[in-house]
């Protein structure tokens, strides 16, 4: 080989091992970088925050807290999210009002307010919290919210609960501690003897500041770290994080209890959701608690379905025109009752032997022509689905005849996470929908359908004891229960068999005149005053495209879809009028009378 040819290997040799080394370091800049702050401003540390500047706080009206609360606002405009935690402490058995209150910003600026010298909450500090703008992350933080609400009166709003971001992003979902040390490989110290020190000393200990800050500090770190594997990039994209990135991702489940909102979610799902009971870690502030999680390894055992949900086969009308597809079940239903005939071909199709009552009419029609695929129309996975039910039975079980039938619109393909997220998602509507119709869904007074009567209970109880164990009842207590029944039965003088009777099947239960099913309530609220069920239908359907971000939506699946459909009906005289005036399309139904003035 001679010179030159040895000059051009060296060269395409060097060219390789730059474009490598190009490739690593872009690769992996986070973990480098992050290694490199460490080396250099914390050396022997492992802190994901090597810039932390930790300011302490004490008074509300003092010109440095001012300034402080005023850079935390300035820190926002970049990433609008903040490390949110508070401490207090116990006296007696009794929870004393929050005495610390931590915020951080990305940037590693960490305010620590003493709320138990200032008092009172700063008009620029309460601003900030109850900027919706700015969302507050760290784990169970609306507990928090509602501490600092009971106890100064001020309101956090945009509160997201990590645990959230990690079941997303398909992690575990942990304690603050276990997420730090997973995501950010970075050890928060979660003593018992420090998290139950005294926050409100006169002055606090160098590890009691360094401890508060580094949640806050921390929930912020693992929040990045966690879009970052929501959405991941190209390793050439090194653009920073937008609120445009996670934003729509994170709207469902801000301000919303994450242990609560999977129970719900699960309930509203027949279960057919996945559980996996995790204990999160114990600290000063809670006990241990038991949590719903998805895991996929258990989703696939419980309610799950792996073989093709649908058949597409094809239904066509006597002049074999196209009506819908069908699944083979009713296909075969068709030829059974003789009302089909089969029609060989490469495809199940079935032609009716009878005109059916409508054709396949515009993009409505096309809908219902187009064959599906057995997929999660979210992420598209296809190994296992659930049916997801986008307006939710609870509500369309009240719909009129007319809008609850052809509801395969709305049945949609989801695998076990994505069906899991989506019903904690839906629990942001149904607060939404329990405020605005006054028809509430949660335990409460509402929601209880006969109240037990006090008086009533203790009669029964007597009654049932005099009659079945009178011999081994105390003389005392048996003249303590006799003078119950007597008190209630104030027309009898003496204790009979007929009165025990009576009394031990009495009836306990009071029925509650508040009471009202939140779905029915929700209905007839949209029917009679909101718009019709055409507009509840429209807040389910925008709902789960604004949530969920579905890639693989079935062609032509449309947001308007039952407005369109009831129209095609309406113009081909095939829908009641009083129907369309339910379904919130007046226009259509005083059209509609003009051209049928006697039906």
Known sequence: MNG????TVKKWAILAAS????????????SLIGQVRRRIFLPGASNPIPFKQIEVLT???????QKIIKELKSQCQSLQVLGFDCEWITVGGSRRPVALLQLSSHRGLCALFRLCCMKQIPKDLRELLEDDAIVKVGVAPQADAMKLSHDYGVGVASTLDLRFLAVMAGHKAEGLGRLSHTHLNFALDK??????SNWEAKQLEEVQLNYAANDALAAVAIFQKLCRDLEPRAFWDIRPLTSKDWLPKIQPFLDVDFTKGFSIGLSSS??????????????????????????RQYCRKLGTQSKAFYDNCLLQAPDGELLCTIDRRKASWYLNQNLGTHIPGETFTVRLNFEPAGRAVGEVGRYYQTPKENQCVVCGRRDAYIRKNVVPREYRRHFPIVMKTHTSHDVLLLCPTCHQLSNVSDLRVRTKLATKCDAPFKHGDGMVKYHEDPILRSVKSAGKALTYQSEKIPPARKAEMHQILLDYYKDCNEITDELLKEAANIDYRVENDDYCQHGEKVVQMYRDKFGGLIELERIWREHFLLTMQPKFLPYLWNVNHNADRLEVRASEGRVDNADLLVAGLEAKANIGSKLNPNP
């Open 4 to 7: 030159s040819s040895t000059t």
């Open 19 to 30: 474009v490598g080394l190009v490739y690593v370091l872009v690769r992996h800049r986070y």
């Open 59 to 65: 008074t509300s009206q003092d010109a440095a807290t």
């Open 191 to 196: 003593n018992w003897r420090l998290a139950c």
């Open 270 to 295: 027949n279960a057919s959701g996945c559980t996996v009971s995790s204990s999160s870690p114990m600290t000063a502030k809670s006990k241990p608690k038991k949590i719903l999680v998805p895991d």
